[in-house]
């Protein structure tokens, strides 16, 4: 079972809102990761994590903030966004600490729209 | 630098037609997987296979097969007997050593018709 699962699926914000994203994988797996995807553009890295600590971050904007609370849980949280950050937000898991081979398995995403 | 090129933005066939997906990567690692993902509209990426840089077997499942060449440093995907749910957008990806990150091309929206 390759299944990464998101929550919500859509989200619509205003940009003083406060939200947050959630991803979960049951696969024992030991690396998580963010990704934003805009339209018609591959999926650009926002952060992993391995072993439940935070081991890169692709220089994303403070109001986006990380956070793993336990292996299996990925959350994302949002807080004065722009318009501009409107974007599909894919969350991967893959199963060492996102070594060279590791196979990264992808959620179904969360559509989010920035008003 | 590593990078993924894939030269052919869109692609539109009719079904039961036979499509190549290209993909060229650059990298001076002689370590190294290449990956396939199909992204349909629903948004999900599916992982559709992971080739490592020692090993240039060709690779066939069901109608899909995969032929990598390190001489033209191309890893090449290819539909046989398209069907409509082939439709999607397809991305070829490399991972390096050292490196917990995928270097995604930027997709081939593949249109099948019926």
């Known amino acids: 079972d390759t299944e990464v699962t998101q929550t919500p699926k859509h989200l619509v914000m205003g940009m003083t809102n406060k939200k947050s994203l959630k991803c979960e994988q049951h696969?024992?797996?030991?690396?998580m990761y963010w990704y934003k995807q805009k339209a018609k553009k591959p999926p650009e890295l926002m952060f992993v994590?391995?072993?439940?600590?935070?081991?890169i971050n692709e220089s994303v904007p403070s109001r986006f903030s990380p956070e793993c609370p336990n292996s299996s849980l990925l959350n994302l949280h949002l807080h004065a966004l722009q318009p501009e950050d409107s974007a599909l937000y894919l969350c991967?898991?893959?199963?060492?600490?996102?070594?060279?081979?590791?196979?990264?398995?992808f959620g179904p995403g969360t559509r989010l729209t920035v008003l | 630098a590593q990078k993924v090129t894939q030269a052919q933005t869109e692609i539109s066939v009719v079904e039961k037609e036979d499509v190549t997906l290209d993909c060229v990567y650059e990298?001076?690692?002689?370590?190294?997987?290449l990956f396939w993902y199909k992204q349909p509209p629903s948004g999900e990426l599916v992982f559709l296979i992971r080739?490592?840089?020692?090993?240039?077997q060709n690779e066939i499942s069901g109608r899909y097969s995969w032929n990598f060449q390190k001489s033209t440093s191309s890893f090449n995907f290819t539909i046989t007997a398209s069907q409509v749910v082939d439709s999607a957008v397809y991305f070829c990806?490399?991972?390096?050593?050292?490196?917990?990150?995928?270097?995604f091309g930027q997709g081939t929206r593949l249109t099948i018709n019926p």
């Open positions: 991967a898991s893959s199963p060492s600490r996102g070594s060279i081979s590791d196979t990264q398995y």
């Open positions: 696969m024992g797996h030991r690396a």
């Open positions: 994590y391995s072993y439940e600590k935070l081991s």
């Open positions: 990298t001076r690692d002689t370590t190294y997987y």
């Open positions: 080739r490592n840089s020692f090993d240039e």
């Open positions: 990806a490399l991972s390096i050593q050292g490196a917990q990150k995928l270097v």
